[in-house]
């Protein structure tokens, strides 16, 4: 037996007298379920769903058969239900699948109720501070009648005695003196102790243990009368000072309903004191003390009504949720990032630890305190750029840990690869390189397959096209880092690119005619096997032989010359050492005799004459003409009768090699001295910063520059294998950055290769796996180049990963604000650690301004419009809320009025509900004021005050990742340690 079986049997019987079938919900059940309902309403993530929506739903193996029957579809090689196209998606909403777990939203941000209200009307801050007044609260009032009760009682049988039980009343007096204050414990002491004592005293006209103060009904009624008048006076005269200094508990008018309300009670109280004499005995002693124990329910209702006024005043003076458009504005985005998210199935990467930075200034975008914060392997394609000045900690806590989880990953799905019967060492590659010290690899060495180090053979231009040794040769020199410098730059380039194309030109030409020679020699060498045999068999049968012998030694000669060519040591190799000896040549000039006219060098005359270029015609005088009649005629028979000794490129109008020969033999002889000088010296000096890597050699002490072929293939990354790059400029200089440069451009050359697929590429291209670019101090080896490939990364299986120091370490590289802002824009995903004042301003520009939450006195005004939208936010108007009751009375009592009085200009007291409220000094001193200045407007995300602050620990970074093709943004902790 207890009060909630009492209420069961209560609601039992009314069902029973209203005609109505009971309900099938116990009291207990019922109140656990309200409760559950109210706090399901207030504390979530309402703007955001924790499930996807989708036809592909996730059901419980128990819920199968009722999936059946509601005509879901079941498919047998997914294993999963999904919804007919006859069927809306939206009734099946309990079986939609969860958002992925770094997407899930969850924390309270109290700003909106499940149904869409204000939370400003349901939650008190008191309630989440220190949660709600006490439910033992009434029982200590209850106990001071009781324990009057109980003294009444011993002092009848024990006389005198008895009132040592009184004592039992302190611990009461002092619980309630701390919980209510002073004021409040002498209240019930005298309220609902000392008058019910002195009433059931009189009703009976005996004091206990004292004596007797009548012995007669009517003396007693004529005692209490008198006793009554005394206490109406008292009563009146403190029922007047508490009505006029403070609004009583529960009551929501002013002083006047105050002072009638303590009117009523003080009626009551005279009514008690009249009539307990008249009434037997034990009725009378027990009215008082029962009518006392009854107030614990006037302090429940006084506590429920006193909640429901502050509830609304709060309402009504905090309002973030109702700020306009921009609050919800994320709404919608965030269900398409779940959506993307939820179809993309590559695997996630942890990146930090979100610590609810902007969560608590209500960003949309923001995840919950907490969580880790991840980027796919689709994500990562679309690239992430890493600020943090020098021991920052980019390295330790983002580039390293993001390599391990990388590489981990990788021979994860390798292992499940391989489960499938596909035999593959790794699903991911990657090229991993530091523009410094290469502290990173030092560092990250067990993770790699191959690491480009001196002592092993390694060959700078292999694999790479003119045009992509110009980019990477010039991105070191700091591209277009002075636009005055243009015009030498440009020449510079393209003495680099028409020198490549000839050297190309001659390494493909002098193997192919060796090739060809080879093969020419061994059909001529059959030939000299069947003279032989003719020349034998004429011996024999006496024959002349002359013709035959002479015809043997012409073909002999001819072979010895062709054998020349073929075991002659190769003249051409791809190398930067054989490019520098070609600008040697192109740039020698000699003079013509004619004037301060120049004509090209012999030594390029003697590479033209080679690759079989028709000499122009640059005769002055007749001697010249002549001597060009017999070089023309000598190059038509050439071409007649040795067209393989010719470039094939040559014989095709227009072609990049005989563009480029032109340039050489009529351009550069025709530039101004000093400009020639200019150009050669701006291009020279490149490739001899490859010339002076002396520290760079193979195991055979052979330097790298001369090197054609390497036994080390980067583009091996683009087959699974983890490519480090060790070859820091502290150590190798201005050559290993140049070499880095170059090596990388030839894993850039494969992915762009790709780009002939498409998205098939995959399929096109079997073994190629995706492929992570990670860079410290990126801005040291990257070129304007790579900002093209970046743009289309995603759709060719480039993860860039990149870390610089700063903004301005962009800018300088690549010459311009521009440029650099372009290949920043390009990477999506942007983590921030202890960063330059440069780099802030681009940061405050990028991730732009956001409705937010602060926390300031904000300028008033009188918004009309505002003020309707208020009132029709206002809980006075929600019929469904828990306090619907008292707001009904409220408003019947004229709540709700439009006003834009708030504060008295001329006392600058506040004012509640009619009623001026001047604090006291003890409530002074137990009062705590919530910030009420809280305003939603728009402001950057981080202000530039704000990095400097918030980004000062180690470790701690503004982390902004596109996930799922969206943004999610925090201040995070990196944790090296994260999985």
């Given at each position: 037996?207890?009060l909630?079986?009492?209420l069961?049997?209560?609601?039992r019987?009314?069902?029973?007298?209203?005609?109505?079938s009971?309900?099938?919900?116990?009291?207990?059940?019922?109140?656990?379920?309200?409760?559950?309902?109210?706090?399901?309403?207030?504390?979530?993530?309402?703007?955001?769903?924790?499930?996807v929506?989708?036809?592909?739903?996730?059901?419980?193996?128990?819920?199968?058969?009722?999936?059946?029957?509601?005509?879901?579809?079941?498919?047998?090689?997914?294993?999963?239900?999904?919804?007919?196209?006859?069927?809306?998606?939206?009734?099946?909403?309990?079986?939609?699948?969860r958002?992925?777990?770094?997407?899930?939203?969850?924390?309270?941000?109290?700003?909106?109720?499940?149904?869409?209200?204000?939370?400003?009307?349901?939650?008190?801050?008191?309630?989440?501070?220190?949660?709600?007044?006490?439910?033992?609260?009434?029982?200590?009032?209850?106990?001071?009648?009781?324990?009057?009760?109980?003294?009444?009682?011993?002092?009848?049988?024990?006389?005198?005695?008895?009132?040592?039980?009184?004592?039992?009343?302190?611990p009461?007096?002092?619980?309630?003196?701390?919980?209510e204050?002073?004021?409040?414990?002498?209240?019930?002491w005298?309220?609902?102790?000392?008058?019910?004592?002195?009433?059931?005293?009189?009703?009976?006209?005996?004091?206990?243990?004292?004596?007797?103060?009548?012995?007669?009904?009517?003396?007693?009624?004529?005692?209490?009368?008198?006793f009554?008048?005394?206490?109406?006076?008292?009563?009146?005269?403190?029922?007047?000072?508490?009505?006029?200094?403070?609004?009583?508990?529960?009551?929501?008018?002013?002083?006047?309903?105050?002072?009638?309300?303590?009117?009523?009670?003080?009626?009551?109280?005279?009514?008690?004191?009249?009539?307990?004499?008249?009434?037997?005995?034990?009725?009378?002693?027990?009215m008082?003390?029962?009518?006392?124990?009854?107030?614990?329910?006037?302090?429940?209702?006084?506590?429920?009504?006193?909640?429901?006024?502050?509830?609304?005043?709060?309402?009504?003076?905090?309002?973030?949720?109702?700020?306009?458009?921009l609050?919800?504005?994320?709404?919608?985005?965030?269900e398409?990032?779940?959506?993307?998210a939820?179809?993309?199935?590559?695997?996630?990467?942890?990146?930090?630890?979100?610590?609810?930075?902007?969560?608590?200034?209500?960003?949309?975008?923001?995840?919950?305190?907490?969580?880790?914060?991840?980027?796919?392997?689709?994500?990562?394609?679309?690239?992430?750029?890493?600020?943090?000045?020098?021991?920052?900690g980019?390295?330790?806590?983002?580039l390293?840990?993001?390599?391990?989880?990388?590489?981990?990953?990788?021979l994860?799905?390798?292992?499940?690869?391989?489960?499938?019967?596909?035999n593959?060492?790794?699903?991911?590659?990657?090229?991993?390189?530091?523009?410094?010290?290469?502290?990173?690899?030092?560092?990250?060495?067990?993770?790699?397959?191959?690491?480009?180090?001196?002592?092993?053979?390694?060959?700078?231009?292999?694999?790479?096209?003119?045009?992509?040794?110009?980019?990477?040769?010039?991105?070191?020199?700091?591209?277009?880092?002075?636009?005055?410098?243009?015009?030498?730059?440009?020449?510079?380039?393209?003495?680099?690119y028409?020198?490549?194309?000839?050297m190309?030109?001659?390494?493909?030409?002098?193997?192919?005619?060796?090739?060809h020679?080879?093969?020419?020699?061994?059909?001529?060498?059959?030939?000299?096997?069947?003279?032989?045999?003719?020349?034998?068999?004429?011996?024999?049968?006496?024959?002349?032989?002359?013709?035959?012998?002479?015809?043997?030694?012409?073909?002999?000669?001819?072979?010895?010359?062709?054998?020349?060519?073929?075991?002659?040591?190769?003249?051409?190799?791809?190398?930067?050492?054989?490019?520098a000896?070609?600008?040697?040549?192109?740039?020698r000039?000699?003079?013509?005799?004619?004037?301060?006219?120049?004509?090209?060098?012999?030594?390029?005359?003697?590479?033209?004459?080679?690759?079989?270029?028709?000499e122009p015609?640059?005769?002055?005088?007749?001697?010249?003409?002549?001597?060009?009649?017999?070089?023309?005629?000598?190059?038509?028979?050439?071409?007649?009768?040795?067209?393989?000794?010719?470039?094939?490129?040559?014989?095709?109008p227009?072609?990049?090699?005989?563009?480029?020969?032109?340039?050489?033999?009529?351009?550069?002889?025709?530039?101004?001295?000093?400009?020639?000088?200019?150009?050669?010296?701006?291009?020279?000096?490149?490739?001899?910063?490859?010339?002076?890597?002396?520290?760079?050699?193979?195991?055979?002490?052979?330097?790298?520059?001369?090197?054609?072929?390497?036994?080390?293939?980067?583009?091996?990354?683009?087959?699974?294998?983890?490519?480090?790059?060790?070859?820091?400029?502290?150590?190798?200089g201005?050559?290993?950055?140049?070499?880095?440069?170059?090596?990388?451009?030839?894993?850039?050359?494969?992915?762009?290769?790709?780009?002939?697929?498409?998205?098939?590429?995959?399929e096109?291209?079997?073994?190629?796996?995706?492929?992570?670019?990670?860079?410290?101090?990126?801005?040291?080896l990257?070129?304007?180049?790579?900002?093209d490939?970046?743009?289309?990364?995603?759709?060719?299986?480039?993860?860039?990963?990149?870390?610089?120091?700063?903004?301005?370490?962009?800018?300088?590289?690549?010459?311009?604000?521009?440029?650099?802002?372009?290949?920043?824009?390009?990477?999506?995903?942007?983590?921030?650690?202890?960063?330059?004042?440069?780099?802030?301003?681009?940061?405050?520009?990028?991730?732009?301004?956001?409705?937010?939450?602060?926390?300031?006195?904000?300028?008033?005004?009188?918004?009309?419009?505002?003020?309707?939208?208020?009132?029709?936010?206002?809980?006075?108007?929600?019929?469904?809320?828990?306090?619907?009751?008292?707001?009904?009375?409220?408003r019947?009592?004229?709540?709700?009025?439009?006003?834009?009085?708030?504060?008295?200009?001329?006392?600058?007291?506040?004012?509640?509900?009619?009623?001026?409220?001047?604090?006291?000094?003890?409530?002074?001193?137990r009062d705590?004021?919530?910030?009420?200045?809280?305003?939603?407007?728009?402001?950057?995300?981080?202000?530039?005050?704000?990095?400097?602050?918030?980004?000062?620990?180690?470790g701690?970074?503004?982390?902004c990742?596109?996930?799922?093709?969206?943004?999610?943004?925090?201040?995070?902790?990196?944790?090296?340690?994260?999985?």
């Open positions: 037996m207890n909630l079986t009492v069961d049997w209560t609601a019987l009314g069902h029973v007298l209203r005609r109505q009971a309900e099938g919900v116990s009291t207990r059940e019922r109140i656990v379920l309200e409760s559950n309902e109210r706090h399901e309403n207030l504390v979530g993530r309402f703007d955001v769903s924790d499930r929506r989708c036809r592909v739903l996730d059901v419980p193996a128990s819920d199968y058969d009722l999936a059946t029957d509601q005509g879901l579809v079941f498919d047998d090689n997914e294993g999963v239900f999904e919804v007919p196209d006859h069927l809306n998606v939206d009734d099946f909403k309990v079986w939609w699948p958002v992925v777990e770094d997407l899930r939203d969850s924390q309270a941000r109290l700003m909106i109720t499940k149904e869409g209200r204000r939370v400003e009307g349901f939650v008190q801050g008191d309630d989440l501070g220190q949660g709600s007044d006490s439910t033992a609260t009434p029982l200590m009032y209850v106990a001071f009648p009781v324990i009057g009760a109980l003294t009444y009682l011993l002092a009848s049988w024990m006389g005198g005695t008895g009132y040592l039980a009184l004592l039992l009343t302190i009461y007096f002092v619980a309630l003196k701390q919980g204050g002073m004021k409040e414990a002498f209240k019930a005298g309220l609902f102790q000392f008058i019910p004592l002195a009433i059931a005293s009189g009703a009976t006209g005996l004091l206990p243990g004292v004596g007797s103060f009548g012995q007669t009904t009517l003396l007693s009624v004529g005692l209490m009368l008198g009554a008048t005394s206490l109406v006076v008292l009563l009146l005269f403190v029922a007047f000072l508490s009505a006029a200094s403070h609004p009583h508990r529960g009551v929501m008018g002013g002083t006047a309903e105050c002072f009638i309300h303590m009117m009523k009670w003080l009626g009551v109280v005279v009514v008690v004191a009249v009539a307990s004499p008249l009434l037997p005995f034990g009725i009378g002693a027990a008082p003390f029962v009518l006392a124990c009854a107030y614990c329910m006037q302090y429940t209702e006084g506590n429920f009504v006193q909640t429901g006024g502050r509830l609304y005043l709060q309402n009504e003076s905090n309002n973030l949720a109702t700020q306009g458009a609050v919800q504005s994320h709404v919608k985005a965030r398409q990032q779940a959506e993307a939820h179809k993309d199935t590559t695997p996630l990467i942890a990146i930090a630890r979100a610590t609810g930075h902007l969560t608590n200034k209500g960003y949309g975008y923001s995840p919950d305190v907490g969580t880790v914060m991840m980027t796919s392997w689709r994500d990562m394609s679309q690239g992430t750029l890493t600020y943090g000045v020098i021991g920052s980019k390295s330790y806590r983002v390293r840990p993001v390599a391990r989880r990388f590489r981990r990953t990788a994860a799905l390798a292992a499940q690869e391989l489960a499938k019967g596909r593959v060492d790794s699903m991911g590659g990657a090229l991993i390189a530091d523009g410094k010290d290469g502290a990173i690899i030092t560092d990250l060495e067990d993770l790699f397959d191959i690491v480009v180090k001196p002592g092993f053979r390694v060959a700078p231009y292999e694999g790479l096209e003119p045009d992509q040794i110009v980019k990477a040769l010039r991105g070191a020199n700091g591209a277009t880092a002075d636009e005055r410098a243009k015009l030498w730059n440009d020449g510079g380039d393209a003495v680099l028409h020198t490549a194309i000839i190309k030109a001659l390494v493909q030409h002098e193997q192919a005619y060796r090739t020679t080879l093969a020419k020699l061994e059909g001529l060498e059959r030939e000299r096997l069947y003279l032989e045999l003719d020349l034998a068999a004429a011996h024999k049968r006496n024959i002349e032989t002359v013709g035959l012998e002479s015809r043997l030694a012409t073909l002999l000669e001819h072979m010895a010359s062709l054998a020349m060519v073929v075991e002659a040591d190769r003249t051409w190799f791809y190398t930067p050492f054989h490019h000896r070609i600008i040697a040549n192109v740039e000039t000699v003079p013509t005799g004619v004037g301060d006219t120049q004509r090209a060098g012999p030594k390029l005359l003697e590479l033209v004459k080679y690759l079989g270029l028709e015609d640059l005769s002055l005088d007749d001697a010249g003409r002549e001597r060009y009649a017999v070089y023309f005629a000598a190059y038509r028979d050439r071409q007649a009768t040795d067209p393989e000794s010719i470039h094939s490129d040559l014989s095709r227009m072609s990049q090699l005989q563009a480029s020969l032109d340039w050489a033999l009529l351009e550069v002889p025709a530039m101004h001295k000093e400009q020639l000088q200019s150009f050669t010296l701006n291009s020279r000096g490149l490739i001899e910063k490859l010339l002076r890597g002396e520290k760079l050699r193979d195991q055979f002490d052979m330097p790298w520059h001369s090197i054609e072929k390497g036994e080390l293939d980067v583009s091996q990354a683009l087959y699974g294998k983890f490519v480090g790059l060790f070859i820091p400029p502290t150590q190798y201005e050559a290993g950055e140049l070499v880095m440069r170059l090596l990388k451009q030839r894993v850039m050359n494969g992915i762009k290769a790709r780009g002939a697929y498409g998205e098939k590429w995959r096109m291209l079997p073994g190629q796996t995706e492929v992570m670019l990670m860079l410290d101090e990126a801005h040291l990257l070129t304007p180049d790579d900002t490939l970046f743009s289309i990364s995603r759709s060719l299986g480039l993860m860039p990963f990149l870390a610089t120091q700063g903004h301005e370490s962009l800018i300088n590289a690549f010459g311009s604000e521009n440029a650099a802002n372009l290949l920043a824009n390009t990477m999506q995903s942007i983590i921030a650690l202890k960063c330059s004042f440069i780099t802030v301003e681009y940061l405050t520009k990028r991730f732009g301004q956001a409705m937010l939450t602060t926390f300031k006195q904000p300028t008033r005004g009188i918004d009309y419009d505002g003020g309707l939208e208020a009132f029709r936010h206002s809980v006075l108007n929600d019929r469904s809320h828990p306090y619907a009751a008292v707001y009904d009375q409220m019947l009592q004229g709540a709700g009025r439009l006003t834009a009085l708030r504060v008295d200009p001329i006392t600058n007291r506040t004012w509640r509900i009619g009623a001026e409220n001047v604090l006291q000094h003890s409530e002074l001193a705590i004021d919530m910030p009420t200045g809280g305003k939603r407007e728009v402001q950057p995300l981080f202000k530039p005050e704000e990095y400097p602050a918030l980004l000062e620990p180690q701690h970074a503004i982390v990742l596109n996930r799922a093709g969206i943004k999610r943004i925090d201040l995070a902790v990196l944790d090296p340690a994260l999985e």
